[in-house]
């Protein structure tokens, strides 16, 4: 069965840092991946998704993760941190046992940002 | 362009009662997906719609159910509510198999 983990319950980083907020997954077959963002009282955001070709995806807000296949990570990663970054940010799996294929999340992991 | 919209934001409601949760997808979208997200955990898969007929269900009870009208906006209904069932309700919807777009949620609270 597909899942994901994000071993980090809460990451804490200084305004203007690289961020670095992890993911695992397991899959059988080939991953589809995603990161979405939930601010306080909102729905999820969508930031990117991995199904095929670079390593390296660029998503929403400056945001960008890296596939990692033998290590099966996939790493959500930001060069230089906003206050505003700070929300909760959740990693995906795409089920692909159904026709459609349904979302699997991650417990997901809080993002302070301090100025 | 309206995005994905849910009414109602917030309810209330006691041990045993029933609820109707309602979706509007996104323009053009054709599938309906509801999420139930506990607090501080991540959304779980209820059920998805495609065509007016469950195409997919996760690890939910009957007491959970859910409709598709032809204008492709849905419902969620849940009998027989029990404390555990408060949680933020997510819809999502999406065009075949791209990606889904995520509605603001509705906050049930069972007391």
């Known amino acids: 069965a597909q899942s994901v983990a994000q071993p980090e319950d809460q990451v804490n980083v200084a305004e203007g840092n690289p961020l670095t907020v992890k993911c695992t997954y397991s899959?059988?077959?080939?991953?589809?991946l995603f990161w979405y963002v939930q601010y306080p009282n909102r729905g999820l955001q969508f930031l990117l998704k991995?199904?095929?070709?670079?390593?390296l995806v660029k998503g929403s807000y400056g945001f960008e993760a890296e596939f990692n296949k033998s290590q099966t990570s996939f790493h959500l990663k930001k060069p230089s941190a906003l206050v505003s970054d700070s929300a909760l940010y959740f990693c995906a799996v795409r089920d692909m046992g159904g026709s459609q294929g349904n979302l699997i999340f991650g417990k997901g992991t809080k993002l302070s940002v301090k100025p | 362009d309206a995005g994905v919209t849910q009414s109602p934001t917030h309810l209330i409601k006691t041990r045993g009662q029933q609820v109707t949760l309602r979706c509007s997808p996104k323009?053009?979208?054709?599938?309906v997906s509801w999420y139930q997200q506990a607090l501080g955990q991540g959304p779980q898969f209820i059920f998805q719609?495609?065509?007016?007929?469950?195409?997919q269900r996760g690890n939910f009870p009957d007491r959970f159910s859910g409709h598709q009208f032809p204008n492709y906006s849905s419902e969620l209904n849940v009998n027989a509510l029990l404390l555990g069932d408060s949680a933020l309700y997510l819809c999502?919807?999406?065009?075949?198999?791209?990606?889904?777009?995520f509605g603001p949620g509705t906050r049930l609270t069972v007391t």
């Open positions: 999502a919807s999406s065009l075949g198999t791209g990606r889904e777009y």
């Open positions: 991995y199904i095929t070709g670079d390593n």
């Open positions: 719609y495609y065509e007016e007929e469950e195409r």
């Open positions: 323009s053009g979208h054709d599938t």
């Open positions: 899959v059988s077959g080939n991953p589809y």
